[in-house]
């Protein structure tokens, strides 16, 4: 990364009082690029329901957590787990994104074609995500089975 991008490091986090300064630093650049993530994902989001009418524009609306294999909810007990463990979580939570990212574009696609930049935004994500495929034929994923359950 180059200095002009700034710094993912936490400047406050002392990674000299652990045994593992190394995987200690990771954990911290990995929190950071969560941080910017969320926040990508959060402009992404309200672009998104924009294009969804109501109820999900209305103010309050909170639709249903769905089940995302891998991804446990947050625990307040996260940071006092052994470094090893937090890295395990963290890496799960992190692979089990990009699939339901790669859904959600391809289902945008069919529900609203003519949101031209809201695809293409979802499409640079899928691509930034590595799981951007040229026009291949493949096997549903299981978040296309949860939505498209009749």
Same mark, same amino acid.
């Given at each position: ?24 630093a990771k954990i911290q650049q990995t929190h950071s690029l969560a941080r910017l993530l ?18 999900? @524009? +209305? /103010?309050?609306?909170?639709?249903? *957590? &769905?089940?995302? !294999?891998? =991804?446990?909810?947050?625990? $307040?007990?996260?940071? @006092? +787990? /052994?470094?090893?463990?937090?890295? *395990? &979580?963290?890496? !799960?939570? =992190?692979?089990?994104?990009? $699939? ?14 003519? !949101? ?29 089975e949860f939505y498209l359950r009749e």
């Amino acid at each position: 990364m180059s200095r002009r991008e700034g710094s993912l490091e936490d400047p406050q986090a002392d990674s000299s009082a652990s045994p593992l300064p190394h995987l200690e630093a990771k954990i911290q650049q990995t929190h950071s690029l969560a941080r910017l993530l969320t926040k990508y994902a959060e402009q992404l989001l309200q672009e998104y329901v924009q294009h969804q009418g109501d109820p999900f @524009g +209305l /103010p309050g609306f909170s639709p249903p *957590r &769905l089940p995302v !294999a891998d =991804l446990s909810d947050p625990a $307040p007990g996260h940071a @006092g +787990l /052994p470094v090893p463990e937090r890295l *395990r &979580l963290d890496a !799960a939570a =992190l692979a089990a994104l990009p $699939p339901l990212l790669d859904v959600v574009r391809r289902l945008q696609g069919e529900l609203n074609p003519r !949101a031209l930049r809201l695809l293409r935004r979802l499409e640079d994500a899928a691509r930034q995500s590595g799981l951007w495929r040229q026009k291949k034929k493949k096997t549903p994923h299981p978040f296309e089975e949860f939505y498209l359950r009749e």
